[in-house]
Nanobody, 125 residues
Framework: QLQASGGGLVQAGGSLRLSCAAS????????MGWFRQAAGKEREFVAV????????DYSESVQGRLTISRDNAKNTVYLQMNSLKPEDTAVYYC????????????????????WGQGTQVTVSS
């Protein structure tokens, strides 16, 4: 089970940090990803991190502004969001993909096994 939190309303240029807490004992076997869905649009990939935290990947639209990290001792993944823009407004979802030792970072939503409930991020201009 994944529980996302940390969303809210922020002005353009501001920052937020999203958290996603996972239950279970196998957190460190999973790639963890963040996706977002704006109103009327498809869900899109934002960022992903490997089980160890050593590898990450980002969408081009957030590269350099958003940073994904994880704390395996706390079963939690984070998304630090800086220099936010109005186009970042969306519901943000965390998701888990069972890596099983494979060195792959997937960016497509259908590949993910578990999803959190989403947290709303609104960036005002």
């Amino acid at each position: 089970q994944l529980q996302a939190s940390g969303g809210g309303l922020v002005q353009a240029g501001g920052s937020l940090r999203l958290s996603c807490a996972a239950s279970g004992r196998t957190f460190n076997y999973y790639n963890m990803g963040w996706f977002r869905q704006a109103a009327g649009k498809e869900r899109e990939f934002v960022a992903v991190i490997s089980p160890s935290g050593g590898r990450t990947d980002y969408s081009e639209s957030v590269q350099g502004r958003l940073t994904i990290s994880r704390d395996n001792a706390k079963n939690t993944v984070y998304l630090q969001m800086n220099s936010l823009k109005p186009e970042d407004t969306a519901v943000y979802y965390c998701a888990a993909h069972f890596a099983g030792g494979r060195q792959i970072l997937l960016t497509i939503a259908i590949a993910y096994d578990y999803w959190g409930q989403g947290t709303q991020v609104t960036v005002s201009s």
